[in-house]
């Protein structure tokens, strides 16, 4: 008997756009506008880039950083989707807050990952993280997905609060994952969102974002 093909497939690189935020493809040109929010102890220091000791020294060695990054191959890198995060409406329409990549797209078993994301700290706990997962969110299951991992290293309390209130449930803590830069090991604490659970975690945000002015 022939397996059915798979329902997934790799979305084209495209602009998502809410109230609050859009989300564009991120391109070489971006690289630069990345420095100001995002080249900062503060952003590093729950884990992103490796965690403290991954923060480039200067603003060219963050250029290059960030490249690899977001466009490089390996570490989600190839068919991966990196997206620049920016405000949308207002005074500040159109200025660069983050960035974030859907990536580790596996269409057989309708799997993919939103991850290697961060804000500037300015945008922490406003409407700017819960619309870019709901954006992506809705990007992925709409292309056929049906699970889609969101992942932290498990002693970054924020970030795994964050994720918690976006209605993702843990799957477990992958111990001894990745190292860190500065030599140590990280676990992770992996979550996800499944197609079953999408109505109700999209309401959720949705109704979280009503709250926003």
Request: zero cysteines; glycine letters at 14%; hydrophobic letters at 40%.
């Amino acid at each position: 008997m022939t397996a059915a093909p798979p329902a997934a497939t790799v979305p084209a690189p495209t602009e998502l756009r809410g109230r609050f935020v859009r989300l564009t493809p991120l391109t070489e040109t971006d690289l630069p506008d990345l420095v100001e929010p995002l080249a900062r102890p503060e952003v590093f220091a729950g884990g992103y880039g490796g965690g403290p000791a991954g923060l480039p020294d200067g603003r060219d060695a963050f250029v290059d950083w960030v490249r690899r990054y977001y466009l490089g191959g390996g570490d989600g890198g190839g068919d991966a989707r990196p997206f620049v995060v920016r405000i949308q409406g207002g005074i500040d329409d159109g200025t660069v807050v983050g960035a974030t990549k859907l990536a580790d797209f596996d269409v057989v078993n309708e799997s993919t990952h939103i991850g290697w994301t961060a804000y500037h700290p300015r945008v922490w706990g406003s409407a700017v993280n819960p619309e870019a997962k709901l954006l992506l969110l809705d990007h992925a299951f709409s292309h056929g997905f049906g699970r889609v991992k969101i992942q932290a290293d498990s002693a970054n309390g924020r970030s795994r609060a964050a994720i918690e209130k976006l209605g993702a449930k843990l799957d477990g803590v992958m111990r001894r994952d990745k190292r860190r830069a500065d030599g140590t090991w990280r676990s992770s604490a992996v979550y996800s969102v499944v197609i079953d659970e999408w109505p109700e975690v999209r309401a959720g945000l949705e109704a979280r974002l009503a709250t926003f002015g």
